[in-house]
């Protein structure tokens, strides 16, 4: 991987909830060709993230919940997975990982990310989360969150009849597990951890050199992910 560019866009006369939720766009670039005499190669990838201001939301008096409410569905989610509607305290599942360690500071909520076909499984997407978290998540993030979803099968359970026709093809069901398995395999080798709950998301704690195991799976189970949409 060559660059990753940041981006965050912040409005100074937003009065909005989502003011506490600034959006952060990478740009992933390849190395530019030797001599070309550019700063940056071709663009690769894209990821984004949200930065929820946990912090700053109490400081504030402003809701939580109707900061991330208010953005999209998938930040809306993220809240539902980590917290306690309608507080900024944490859900039961976050407590149940961490226990009482887990510290009080903000969220580091990565999106999505996709890079173009024939740079991916080169390893170039954990790079980029690696930057992500080394950028943004240094010092005062709690937890870094993400769900784990390859984007190919973003509509795989559409109702209209292509998508019907797809998942009626021999082997489908076994690629998409194997396909939600292999995605969430790069998100637990890069140390998250899967919540304790039904809502498919996975969180990694930065200030802990050491995250908490896995869980054991029965023999003759495979480990599978049910749902950061995702293209490796």
């Avoid at 600034?22 to 530019?32: A, K, L, Q, R, S």
């Avoid at 001599?35 to 990821?47: A, D, H, N, T, V």
């Avoid at 306690?84 to 360690?101: C, H, I, N, S």
């Amino acid at each position: 991987m060559g660059y990753v560019r940041f981006t965050i866009q912040i409005d100074c006369e937003d009065v909005e909830p989502s003011r506490i939720i600034p959006h952060i766009h990478g740009e992933i670039f390849d190395y530019p060709e030797e001599g070309s005499g550019e700063e940056l190669g071709q663009k690769i990838g894209r990821l984004n993230a949200y930065l929820v201001q946990r912090s700053r939301a109490v400081n504030d008096g402003a809701s939580l919940f109707d900061a991330m409410d208010s953005i999209d569905q998938s930040v809306h989610d993220c809240y539902a997975a980590l917290f306690e509607e309608p507080t900024v305290e944490w859900g039961e599942a976050v407590e149940k990982l961490y226990g009482v360690e887990i510290g009080q500071e903000d969220v580091l909520f990565l999106d999505s990310i996709e890079l173009e076909p024939k740079h991916r499984g080169k390893g170039i997407g954990p790079q980029a989360v690696q930057e992500l978290i080394a950028t943004f998540a240094s010092s005062g993030i709690a937890l870094v969150a993400c769900k784990p979803f390859p984007l190919q099968y973003s509509q795989w359970n559409a109702d209209d009849e292509e998508h019907k026709r797809k998942r009626e093809q021999p082997g489908f069901e076994e690629k998409r597990i194997a396909d939600f398995a292999r995605v969430t395999k790069v998100w637990t080798d890069l140390g998250f951890r899967k919540l304790p709950n039904d809502s498919g998301f996975y969180t990694y704690a930065p200030q802990f050199s050491r995250q908490p195991d896995l869980p054991r799976v029965p023999r003759g189970r495979r480990r599978t992910g049910k749902t950061l949409k995702v293209a490796k």
